[in-house]
Structure formats: structure tokens, C-alpha cells
């Protein structure tokens, strides 16, 4: 497999850009290729054997781009999907689930981690599980913040609202003694600041976009995939609805400009 093929990534929309934006900065020199299901989101509200569909067809698309691995960067299909990928395709599949729950538990000091999420998230245990059977003597406190998704897409990450709704979401976690926070949405990472404030500087935010990076890096390395291109690496966006929404939020997410958003056909996903 050559070494200049591009790193695959899907997420149910837009939120897995902050992942993008990680691995981008941990890989400069690999080619990112980013699909978005703009037009099926959100998987949080989907059954299981649906976000599990969804996901295969997905992955199946990036491999038509040739993609050397792929990053699964939505909470909601990692933390169902992700051993139906594994099992289904021969490539490195990488979750958000696993590389945050690792690093939250390297993270801890006092072993109280607070999981904040997508009710979905929440629901599904997907974050606590995973610490818990790593190692069962810590203890996991889990919110929903369901909120904090619109208030990332909106931009509005120093306005006061998106102040006052954390301290609400966060008052309880605040007054449990955590000291690691897993930000257990792809969304939640452009709210870092506002979030860090409310928790106060003692407690430690754990962003899965940059644990799942490193999880990357290393799989890259071990199947010996590691670009050797002397070149910056490139992101080519696709989505599979509203090309122009996307690409106002996505400029916001990366911080960056960006030029041309891709629109693929659903049925192209579902002959996959």
C-alpha cells in the first residue's frame, strides 16, 4: 500500500472537523479526506443496525478514494460501529471512543472523570463502559449537554449564553471533585475555553480528537504507512447535502478558509 495515499474520515456531519483539524496538525504531511453525511444527520436519534449501515456505507465511499485508514469521527458510530468496521475491512479503523477513554484514565489523579456529551453519547454509556472496563476502581460522572452543538455551529464560543448554559450543564460535575473531563462530542473542543473556565484550571480536558490522532499516528507507523512526502499535506471535503452550510462551518471549525466542498449522491453511497 503506498505511503502518499490519504487518511479517510467520516463523521454523521460537521463536528468531526475538530478531529481533522488534530490530525492535520499531528500529520502534516498526510492527505486528509473528509466525508460529512450532511444529509442524514444526526446518527445519535438512528437505531443501532442503521448507524451501523450508515457507517459501512461510509467507510465504503472513502475506500473508492483510496484511503489507507479511516478515522471514525463521530461519538455516535464509535461507540456502536466500530467493531462492525473492524471486522468488515482490512484497513486501520480508529474510534473516538477508546483513544479518549485511554487518555482520560492516564490523565486522572484522583480517579474521578467526568464524561460530557450528545444524549446519545450519554445514553449509550459508550465513554464510561469503556473506562470501567479498563480500570474498574474509577469512578465516571457523566452529562448530557446537548446544547453545545448548536451553540459550536453558531460560533458563539465567548458569548455570554454559551457562558451561562456551561455553568448550568457543568454545575454538577464541578461540585463532584473530577479533575479529567472526556469532551465526548467532536463539537465540543471549539467550546474548550468556555468549558475550561467553568471547570477551573485544575481539571484537565480531554480531547478524543487528539487521542485518536495519536492513535493514528501509531498504526500509520506500525503497518509502516507513515507518509514520506517532503510536501504539506492536503484536505479535500465531502458531503452528502448542503455543500454551502457546510463550508461556512467548516472555515469556522478549522480556522482556516477552505475551497471546494464535494456533493455525493446518496445512491453513490448506498451502490457502495
Known sequence: MSNLK?????????????????LAAMLTNENIIYFGDTARVPYGSKSNQTVIEYSIQDTNFLLSKDVKAVVVACNTASSVAIADLQN?????IIGMIEPGAEMAIGKTNNKKIGVIGTRSTINNKAYSGKIKSIDPTIKVYEQACPLFVPLAEEGWT????????????????????????????THYPILSDVIQKVMGPNVTLIDSGIASAEVVKNELKKNNLESDSPEKGICEFFVSDIPTTFKSVAELFLGKQIHDVHKVDLETLWQD
Open 6 to 22: 490519504p487518511i479517510g474520515v467520516f463523521d454523521s456531519g460537521i463536528g468531526g472537523l475538530t478531529v481533522v483539524k488534530r
Open 88 to 92: 468488515e475491512f482490512e484497513i486501520p
Open 158 to 185: 465567548n458569548h455570554k449564553a454559551a457562558s451561562e448554559i456551561a455553568k448550568e450543564y457543568l454545575k454538577e460535575l464541578h461540585e463532584l471533585d473530577i479533575d479529567t473531563l472526556v469532551l465526548g462530542c
